[in-house]
């Protein structure tokens, strides 16, 4: 008896994405933020939900609720009947549509947004984990606490680096260059008492947000290493490689940059350009998790670590994927945020998350539609 063989399954044969729907959050501030050269009092949440066969995966960024419309009147029509586990179709898709419209900044917020979405539904499509399905390179990764914000008095900076010891996370960042840098007498009273605080044996970070000059980021990196200060990010823009290269090349602490880079050409710049230690990137702005990918392997092609910018819970299960991570971040506001809107967050005690510890497939996350509803605001 003759047996027939098996019919080849097409590219197109498996689920179609739904219209993805968009809404916004905006959450005020515990405390007032600000850093060097900013101050707000909320943080805004777009957040992007993909559906098909009667799965939905969702996907957010922080930034502008000006990045809703842009999901909504440039994106959605794109991938609408799109092949639901094509993500990196979708998202060269998308970024390509966006050439006269501007990719970089609000525009690469929605990509991330919608890309993001779309590997949500395709883990739970698949019934697993995000983590799973990308392969992971390690069980767990180690976070670090991050706040520290200009607009804290002594008080409040203690309060939220002893909140971090008590986690057990010994690796800490606040921020500097107050006033774009007018203000370095405070800016090295904060991180002695930083440093007195969280103790002798915790790692120390500062993050200048660009706010210093050149020589003034040397000058107070110098002063910097009494307190044992070995991550210095953004100490000038991350537009000027060629300063960020020559802060790198005179201090001892390690300089990390990229939480701006909104395509994969701008982070494999700046890991090719010899001005970072470590490379950030930000799953909410550079591109979701298809350009996250390959930013890391950019990373690690240069000898570099890739660490997660903001975002905590979208950076965990990707983090975990790549062999070069070396941290995300576990920032004060976006965690608070996450806690608030979500369920499925993660724990990080003992300064380490393990991704799908709350065993739902994807990464981890739902909706508190209750919670939200009182934030939502389109």
Request: aromatic share 6%; hydrophobic share 40%.
């Amino acid at each position: 008896m003759t047996q027939k063989a098996p019919q080849a399954r097409t590219l197109h044969d498996g689920p179609v994405v739904e219209r993805p729907a968009v809404s916004v959050y905006l959450i005020p501030t515990d405390l007032p933020g600000g850093d060097a050269t900013l101050t707000w009092d909320a943080t805004a949440l777009v957040l992007v939900e993909a559906t098909a066969a009667n799965v939905t995966g969702l996907g957010y960024t922080y930034g502008s609720p000006a990045t809703a419309p842009v999901v909504e009147h440039e994106l959605a029509d794109l991938v609408v009947g799109h092949e639901a586990f094509d993500v990196p179709a979708a998202n060269d898709r998308m970024s390509r549509a966006l050439r006269n419209a501007g990719r970089p900044g609000i525009a690469a917020g929605a990509v991330s947004a919608v890309d993001t979405a779309l590997w949500y539904l395709k883990a739970r499509l698949l019934g697993l984990l995000l983590v799973r399905l990308l392969g992971a390179a390690r069980n767990e990764v180690a976070v670090y606490g991050s706040g520290g914000l200009t607009t804290y008095d002594d008080t409040q900076l203690q309060q939220q680096l002893c909140g971090w010891a008590d986690q057990g996370i010994d690796r800490v960042k606040i921020k500097v260059a107050e006033s774009w840098g007018r203000c370095e007498a405070r800016d090295l009273h904060r991180i002695a008492l930083a440093r007195r605080t969280v103790g002798d044996t915790a790692e120390l970070y500062v993050d200048a947000n660009g706010g210093y000059t050149r020589k003034q980021a040397v000058r107070t990196a110098a002063a910097m290493t009494d307190h044992g200060v070995t991550w210095l990010e953004e100490p000038v823009s991350s537009d000027d490689l060629t300063g960020l290269r020559e802060v790198r090349d005179a201090v001892t602490a390690d300089v990390a940059a990229g939480e701006y880079g909104y395509d994969p050409p701008c982070l494999t710049r700046m890991a090719a350009s010899g001005a970072v230690d470590c490379l950030q990137a930000d799953v909410t702005r550079c591109g979701g998790i298809t350009v996250w990918l390959r930013a890391a392997a950019a990373a690690e092609g240069f000898g570099l670590h890739i660490s997660g910018h903001c975002a905590p819970h979208l950076h965990v299960h990707v983090a975990t994927a790549v062999p070069n991570t070396r941290h995300p971040q576990w920032l004060h506001d976006p965690v608070r945020i996450e806690n608030m809107l979500f369920h499925g967050t993660l724990d990080p005690e003992g300064g380490s998350v393990t991704p799908g510890a709350c065993g739902e497939p994807g990464h981890g996350l739902t909706l508190d539609r209750t919670a939200a509803y009182h934030h939502r605001t389109a």
